[in-house]
């Protein structure tokens, strides 16, 4: 019998058995791209945070409304079958909820005003709650190996944002 399990930052997250046929002996484990595609799907991976420009939880009917978030590539490693196993994990993909029924999805995660790479623009007032979720594509490397692509990709759903929308009418005001 074979005992197969995965760590991440010392902690044992998941664990299965494998047992061989009868008269076959047991061979060290050598690890596959499916074997790490499956512990990249439970690795914990951050949810990104949607920004929301302007700031302060509220837009206006008609304005093009400004969504980025900050998710960056970060490495993580860990034992899976008592070997290490690096990752190379990148942002490849982002889901923009906009919370009124209209979303988008973009390789790229928008970019702080004045850039206004992801925008939408609200036709009613309302309470909504806009999010973003975020697409991981990772590479990994056995023992310090040659680096491969994982196959698949893992998504992480964002936490919603409280945002209000409001109509406002223009106002001729005099200079002195």
């Not at 991981?136 to 992480?156: C, D, K």
């Amino acid at each position: 019998m074979t005992f197969w399990w995965l760590e991440v930052e010392g902690e044992r997250i998941d664990s299965y058995y494998a047992c061989p046929e009868e008269g076959e002996i047991a061979t060290p484990v050598q690890i596959t791209n499916a074997m790490v595609a499956r512990a990249f799907k439970r690795i914990p991976l951050p949810a990104s945070q949607l920004v929301v420009q302007p700031p302060g939880g509220e837009t206006l009917v008609n304005f093009a409304t400004n969504f980025y978030t900050e998710a960056a590539p970060f490495e993580r490693s860990v034992t899976l079958v008592g070997q290490r196993v690096d990752l190379r994990i990148r942002p490849s993909g982002f889901g923009w909820r906009f919370g009124d029924g209209s979303g988008t999805t973009t390789t790229e995660p928008g970019a702080a005003y004045p850039a206004l790479e992801i925008t939408h623009e609200y036709a009613r007032a309302g309470a909504i709650t806009p999010s973003v979720d975020t697409t991981y594509s990772a590479e990994f490397r056995v023992n310090g190996g040659a680096w491969e692509p994982v196959l698949g990709t893992v998504t992480m759903q964002g936490e919603p944002v409280a945002l209000q929308v409001r109509t406002a009418s223009p106002t001729l005001v005099g200079y002195r």
